[in-house]
C-alpha cells in the first residue's frame, strides 16, 4: 500500500508555494497520512501544535459542535500544517495560526474547510512574520455546498516582512455553490511601522524590544479568539522566542 | 544644557536646517515660534535622531555631550524627551505597558534599579492625575482612538512618568481646549521647572506661553534662527504676525 503514494509536487494546488526540494526529500506516506477527529455534535475539542515537518489533520465537527486548532509554526526546516476540516450545522471552526521566522525556510499552513450543512462558522486568523529569506504561506480553502445556508466563514491573514529577502504567500479559494452566505476574507503584507519604532525609541525603548512589542501584539490577534487563555500566552512566547534570537 | 552649534541637515536630499545655532541654560524655557515649514519639526526629529534625518554640519552637545553620536534610545535615557506634534498610534501596545518598557528601559541603562509592577502603577496614576487623565486611558492601546487634544495630554503624561532634564515640545498646545492648554500648561511647570532642567517648546500661539513663561523667545525661519528675544517677542508676534517681524 504504501509504495503506491506518490509525491504531491509544487504544481498541484494545495502545493504551490510548498519548498520543493524539502518535498523531493520527504517520505511520501508523511504526505499522505491524516490525522482523524472527530467532533461529537454539541461538544468542544480543541487542538494546539507546535508545528515541525508535516501533519494533516482531517476533522468532522458534528451539529452545533466546535473545534479550534491554534499553532505556531517557527520550525527550523520545511514545515506544513494541513487542516481539513467539514462542518456539519451550526458548527464552529475556530483557526489560529502564526508562521514565523528567518533562515531560507518555508513555513505554511494551509487549510480546506467544508462548510457541508446550513450555519456553520468558520473564522481564520493567520499571521506571519519573517525575515532572512524566509517564506510564510497561508492557503485556505472554503466551500459552501449547495443547502449550506446563513454560512458565516471569515478568513485573515496578514503579513510583515522584517527584511527585504523573506516574502509571503496567501491564496484564498473560495467555492461557494448557496446563496445565503457571508464569507469574509482579508490580506496584507507590509512591514513594521517605522514611526511607531521610532516614537518607542524616543521614549527610551531599544529596537529589539520595540520590535519585539510590535511583533507580539501583530500577532496576538492570531490567538485572540483561542479559550484557553493560557495556552494562547505560551503560543505567544513560543512564537515570540525565536524573534528573540534572530540576528537582524 | 543644551547647546547647538550651526546645525545643517537634511530630509530626503532636501536641506532643511541650515546653520541654527541655539542654546538653552539648565532651569531655562525657551520658546521656538516660526511659519509653517521653517523646520521647526525637523529640528526636534533631528535633536531626537530620527533615521533620515541627515546631519551635515554642525554640532549638538547635550550636558557636554555629543548628543548626535547617540542613538535615539540613549537620548532618551540621558533625559531628553520629545513631546510630537503628531502622537504615533501602537496598535495592541497598552500605554502601560508602553510606558512601564520605556521606564524600566531608561533605568537599566542609567544602571539603576527596575520599577515594580506597584511602584511603576503608582506613578502612572500620580502622573495621570496630575495632568487630569483618566487611568482607564492607560490602558487601552498608545494614542489608538484618542482625540487629537487626548494625545497631547497623553505626551504630557509620559514626560511625568519619565522625568526627563530636557524636554523638546513640538506644539503640544494645538488641539487642546481652553481648559486641558491650562492643565497641560501647569503640568509642564510641575514636571520641568527646576533649576536642573530645560525646556524647548515650539508653539505658534501666545497663549501657552502665558502659562509657561518662557526666558528667551526665538524665531525660527528658513532653517535658522533669524531672531531672538524676551518673552515680548512674542507678543509682538502675535499683534503683527512674522513678515512685519522678520
Ligand atoms: N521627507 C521629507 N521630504 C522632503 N521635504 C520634507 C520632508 N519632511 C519635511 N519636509 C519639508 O521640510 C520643511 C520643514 O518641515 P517641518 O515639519 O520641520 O516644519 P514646521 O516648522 O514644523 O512646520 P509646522 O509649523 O507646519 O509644523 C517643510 O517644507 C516640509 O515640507
Ligand atoms: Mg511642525
Redesign the pocket.
Known amino acids: 500500500m504504501t509504495d503506491l503514494a506518490t509525491l504531491p509536487t509544487t504544481r498541484d494546488e494545495d502545493w504551490r508555494y510548498a519548498d520543493a526540494a524539502a518535498l523531493e526529500a520527504s517520505d511520501a506516506n508523511t504526505l499522505t497520512d491524516w490525522t482523524e477527529i472527530a467532533v461529537p455534535a454539541g461538544e468542544s475539542r480543541a487542538e494546539s501544535r507546535d508545528v515541525t515537518g508535516i501533519e494533516r489533520i482531517r476533522v468532522r465537527i458534528g451539529k452545533g459542535g466546535r473545534f479550534e486548532l491554534s499553532a505556531v509554526n517557527a520550525a527550523p526546516d520545511y514545515a506544513r500544517l494541513e487542516c481539513e476540516v467539514t462542518l456539519e450545522d451550526g458548527a464552529h471552526f475556530e483557526f489560529g495560526g502564526v508562521t514565523i521566522g528567518g533562515g531560507s525556510e518555508t513555513r505554511e499552513f494551509v487549510t480546506r474547510c467544508i462548510h457541508g450543512e446550513p450555519n456553520a462558522t468558520s473564522n481564520q486568523v493567520v499571521r506571519a512574520v519573517h525575515w532572512g529569506k524566509a517564506v510564510g504561506n497561508f492557503l485556505g480553502r472554503i466551500e459552501v455546498v449547495r443547502d449550506a445556508q446563513k454560512t458565516d466563514a471569515a478568513q485573515n491573514f496578514r503579513a510583515i516582512l522584517l527584511e527585504k529577502g523573506a516574502s509571503a504567500n496567501t491564496k484564498p479559494e473560495l467555492e461557494i455553490f448557496a446563496d445565503d452566505v457571508k464569507c469574509a476574507h482579508g490580506a496584507a503584507i507590509g512591514a513594521l511601522d517605522q514611526s511607531a519604532g521610532f516614537y518607542m525609541a524616543a521614549r527610551g525603548i531599544p529596537l529589539e524590544i520595540a520590535r519585539k512589542l510590535q511583533v507580539q501584539a501583530f500577532i496576538a490577534d492570531a490567538f485572540e479568539n483561542i479559550e484557553d487563555g493560557e495556552l494562547g500566552e505560551k503560543l505567544l512566547e513560543r512564537a515570540l522566542s525565536v524573534l528573540e534570537g534572530a540576528q537582524l | 544644557m543644551l547647546k547647538i552649534e550651526n546645525l545643517h541637515a537634511e ?2 536630499g ?1 536641506k ?1 536646517l541650515n546653520g541654527l545655532t541655539l542654546e538653552v541654560g539648565a532651569g531655562e524655557v525657551h520658546a521656538i515660534m ?10 526636534a526629529y533631528t535633536l531626537g535622531g530620527r533615521p ?1 534625518y541627515e546631519i551635515t554640519e554642525g554640532s549638538v552637545t547635550f550636558d557636554g555631550q555629543d548628543l548626535l553620536d547617540m542613538e535615539p534610545h540613549e537620548r532618551a535615557a540621558a533625559g531628553l524627551f520629545l513631546g510630537f ?1 503628531y502622537p504615533v498610534e501602537i496598535p495592541g501596545v497598552s500605554n502601560v505597558q508602553f510606558l512601564r518598557e520605556a521606564a524600566n528601559a531608561q533605568r537599566k541603562a542609567r544602571g539603576e534599579e527596575a520599577l515594580t509592577g506597584g511602584e511603576f502603577l503608582k506613578l502612572a496614576k500620580e502622573k495621570a492625575a496630575l495632568l487630569r487623565m483618566d487611568m482607564d486611558m492607560l490602558k487601552r492601546p498608545v494614542n489608538v482612538g484618542f482625540s487629537g487634544g487626548e494625545k497631547k495630554r497623553n505626551e504630557m503624561v509620559q514626560m511625568g512618568i519619565l522625568d526627563p532634564k530636557f524636554a523638546i515640545l ?2 503640544t498646545d494645538s488641539g487642546l481646549d481652553i481648559d486641558a492648554l491650562r492643565t497641560v500648561g501647569d503640568g509642564i511647570n510641575s514636571i520641568m521647572r527646576d533649576a536642573g532642567k530645560g525646556v524647548l517648546l ?1 508653539t ?1 500661539y501666545q497663549r501657552l506661553l502665558d502659562y509657561v513663561k518662557p526666558d528667551k523667545v526665538h524665531i ?1 525661519a528658513k532653517g535658522r534662527i533669524v531672531k531672538t528675544g524676551g518673552p515680548e517677542l512674542a507678543l509682538e508676534l502675535e499683534r503683527e504676525g512674522y513678515e512685519e517681524v522678520v
Not at chain 2, 34 to 42: V, W
Open positions: 530630509v530626503d532636501k532643511i516660526g511659519p509653517n515649514g521653517a523646520g521647526k519639526s525637523t529640528l533620515g506634534q513640538d506644539e515650539i505658534h525660527l
